[in-house]
């Protein structure tokens, strides 16, 4: 039998030579409870992300853009069934990480936490908040652990969809009559710094960065990512003729990106800490849907059980 000092260089040269870990390797257990803590918060985030747009969908201006949406909500139901089985794989179960997350011992992204007002919310939402995901998530392709990374696969081209749509929806009102320019507009401006804090702290505030990076399960930090976010949108926004909520946005040859203004991280603090317009209100929402959907649950493990004991006795 090998010794922990053993199987930690094992790990060690597996991380070094990009190798997956998998669900049956020996792992640190640093590193599964960093794994279990971001995984599930990234399923949550799916699961409550499906709230600030679901209201919309009676509301949508046509046929087209209501079957979109519909489309683009049950994609990420699915989105949280990947990750929350990814999850599991960990030795954590499905109904603890739900617990945790009902009782406010477990978070999801501050982003959701904020109303969607307009219609236009809906399109800053697909191509501000899912073009963040996107830029966080193709790295992910590329994390340490095997089952989260195969789960990224499909998940990042199914957003790639959600970040066209929401470009689609902001570039049809920007091109459209004065008020619906104004009114794609006072999205950004609401938009555009609640989504710079999706990537998280600052480096130098942020208390799971560098262990996510030693061990390969992020290869970019929060203000990496951020800085790649602003480079990429603001010539999107441009294009459209909208003008990203920043009096101090400047190119920066030097860098080869822009200086921009950072968030209010005291206000990032306090929506994570509960205190945010919709905290409130999306956790009831979570919570009564899995109630009323308890019955649902008890019948599918019923109906399981029954068909797995006639294969049994067949």
């Not at 009114?183 to 950004?188: G, I, N, R, V």
């Not at 061990?215 to 990512?225: M, P, S, V």
Request: with cysteine.
């Amino acid at each position: 039998m090998k010794s922990e000092k053993e199987l930690e260089e094992i790990f060690e040269k597996k991380l070094a030579n990009n190798e997956f870990i998998e669900p049956k390797d020996w792992m640190p257990e640093k590193y599964r409870h960093h794994l279990i803590r971001q995984i599930s918060q990234h399923a949550h985030s799916e699961v409550v992300g499906m709230l600030p747009e679901g209201n919309w969908i009676t509301r949508a201006p046509s046929l087209r853009a209501k079957l979109v949406l519909l489309a683009k909500v049950q994609d990420e139901g699915g989105h949280g069934l990947y990750l929350y089985s990814a999850a599991e794989t960990l030795g954590i179960s499905r109904d603890e990480m739900i617990e945790a997350l009902h009782a406010g011992k477990a978070k999801y992204s501050s982003i959701f936490n904020y109303p969607t007002l307009t219609w236009a919310d809906i399109g800053a939402i697909g191509w501000l908040v899912d073009g963040a995901a996107i830029m966080n998530q193709v790295m992910l392709q590329r994390t340490s652990y095997g089952p989260y990374s195969r789960a990224m696969i499909r998940i990042c081209k199914e957003e790639s969809f959600h970040q066209r749509q929401g470009y689609e929806i902001m570039m049809r009102l920007a091109l459209g009559t004065p008020e619906q320019k104004q009114m794609a507009q006072d999205a950004l401006n609401r938009w555009w710094y609640p989504t710079l804090m999706m990537f998280g702290p600052p480096d130098d505030q942020s208390p799971n960065t560098a262990d996510a990076v030693k061990w390969r399960i992020k290869r970019e930090t929060n203000d990496q990512l951020r800085q790649k976010f602003v480079n990429q949108t603001v010539p999107q926004a441009e294009f459209i003729g909208l003008k990203v909520p920043d009096p101090n946005l400047k190119w920066n040859e030097a860098k080869k990106g822009y200086d921009f203004t950072p968030p209010d991280w005291n206000e990032f603090w306090r929506v994570i800490k509960g205190d945010g317009p919709c905290n409130k209100e999306r956790l009831a929402a979570r919570i009564k849907a899995h109630e009323e959907g308890k019955w649902v649950r008890e019948a599918a493990a019923a109906y399981a059980q029954k068909h797995n004991k006639e294969m049994l006795v067949s």
